[in-house]
């Protein structure tokens, strides 16, 4: 289950940090070896997110879902909803260590030289936001 739960981890890591982009082919022998894992840790971590959405089963393997432009449109509209509510109860239940918290995370995103810093704390700010 380890294995399982790592290759899964790299996988889906791989693909939401744009590693392997839209219709990148996946295949299980392959990721194995780059990975240093066996097929059988990688096919369940590629079925697994394959059950979420993440890419579809293909000819030899898997392939990184491609997003149609209606259904990127509809998830940035319900990441707004549950955005915006999130930012109201945030807003109406902090405490003044929480706004100190995002300010510092706000603070040391915009003075970052480093893009990559940068948004890796825009995203620690969401996570504290949440």
């Not at 840790?41 to 579809?56: F, I, S």
């Not at 707004?80 to 239940?93: G, Q």
Request: negative net charge.
């Amino acid at each position: 289950m380890e294995r399982e739960s790592s290759a899964y981890k790299q996988l889906r890591e791989r693909i939401t940090g744009g590693a392997d982009r839209p219709g990148t082919m996946l295949i299980p022998a392959t990721i194995g070896a780059e990975l240093g894992l066996s097929r059988t840790p990688v096919r369940e971590a590629l079925q697994r997110l394959d059950y979420e959405g993440l890419v579809v089963q293909a000819p030899r393997g898997y392939r990184v879902r491609e997003r149609t432009p209606e259904e990127v449109l509809e998830i940035c509209e319900a990441r707004i909803a549950l955005e915006s509510a999130i930012a109201y109860s945030a807003a109406t239940r902090r405490t003044e260590l929480d706004l100190a918290r995002l300010s510092r995370l706000f603070e040391q995103a915009i003075e970052s030289p480093d893009p990559a810093t940068s948004l890796a704390l825009h995203n620690e700010w969401h996570n504290a936001l949440r």
